[in-house]
């Protein structure tokens, strides 16, 4: 293929929209009150056509989605109901499931366009004290964790991102507080060999503002920083993410950016 050369009038900046949910697995066993995935992944699909239609440089990352749920998404991106298909399967992902490093388990993907991003590297790292070993768990987690890691280059301006994304134990306050710092460690290790114009984390935490995982992502040195502090808040969506059932666990879904 024949390389591009930027056009002169590129932006100096690169706007860039990063959607992070935590769409909840496709259970066979719901609560009550919940909606199987079936009835969900409609109204699903129809909110991340309408924040990516106009934005091809929006990234997606999401956390329990099984591979069939993958799979649906994918589908309902690049052929979205109602409207022409995108050629050659534009969006695409990186991932695994956390069970087996292949297809077992639930997925924390980075969705992105193929034809406006380059992938030029990525991983998923096991949060536990094995990183590298596949389905390993860690500390006190009631389940077994990751982290997905992308650098991304843009095809045209060459802004490049790296883009990390997790899903923290809603059990194990250790687990939470030792994926948090081995999660830092191991992004400012990266970032200190391989320069990028941009990085964020994003993911489901499981933790309030107020607890260990959020403070030690957030602390001084860490070089991360919560974006909603860089924002002239307004108000707009809710302060708290989690969607209840007849459960109590609380979840805060967050998104930070290495400053």
């Known amino acids: ?13 690169l706007p860039v929209r990063i959607l992070t949910h935590n769409i909840r ?14 009835d969900r992944k409609g109204g699903f699909m129809s909110e991340l056509l309408y924040n990516t239609r106009y934005c091809p440089t929006s990234l997606i990352c999401l956390q329990e989605v099984l591979h069939s749920q993958l799979l649906d998404i994918l589908e ?9 298909p995108l050629p050659d399967g534009q969006w695409s992902y990186v991932g695994v499931g956390r069970d087996d490093g292949k297809t077992a388990g639930e997925y924390s993907p980075i969705i992105y366009r193929s034809d406006v991003w380059r992938l030029d590297s990525w991983f ?11 389905g390993s768990k860690g500390w006190d987690a009631a389940s077994v964790r990751i982290m997905t890691a992308a650098k991304l280059s843009h095809r045209l301006a060459g802004t490049t991102v790296f883009a990390t994304n997790t899903h923290l134990d809603d059990q194990g306050s250790v ?7 081995l999660i830092a460690r191991t992004v400012r290790e ?12 994003a993911g489901d935490l499981n933790s309030e503002i107020t607890g260990e995982a959020y ?36 979840c805060v879904s967050r998104l930070l950016t290495w400053w």
């Open 124 to 134: 998923t790292m096991w949060l536990s004290p094995t990183p590298w070993k596949a």
């Open 25 to 38: 697995y496709a259970t066979t066993s719901p609560f009550p009150n919940e909606l199987p995935w079936a």
């Open 76 to 84: 309902g991106l690049n052929v979205p109901e109602g409207h022409a």
């Open 1 to 13: 293929m024949r390389s591009l050369s930027p056009p002169s009038n590129l932006p100096t900046s």
């Open 215 to 250: 403070s030690v992502l957030n602390e001084k040195g860490s070089g991360l920083v919560d974006l909603q502090r860089l924002i002239d808040w307004k108000g707009y969506g809710d302060e708290m993410t989690f969607t209840g059932y007849a459960a109590s666990i609380r």
């Open 190 to 201: 990266i970032l200190a060999k391989d320069n990028v114009d941009f990085a964020f984390l």
């Open 175 to 181: 687990s939470r507080r030792e994926s948090a710092n």
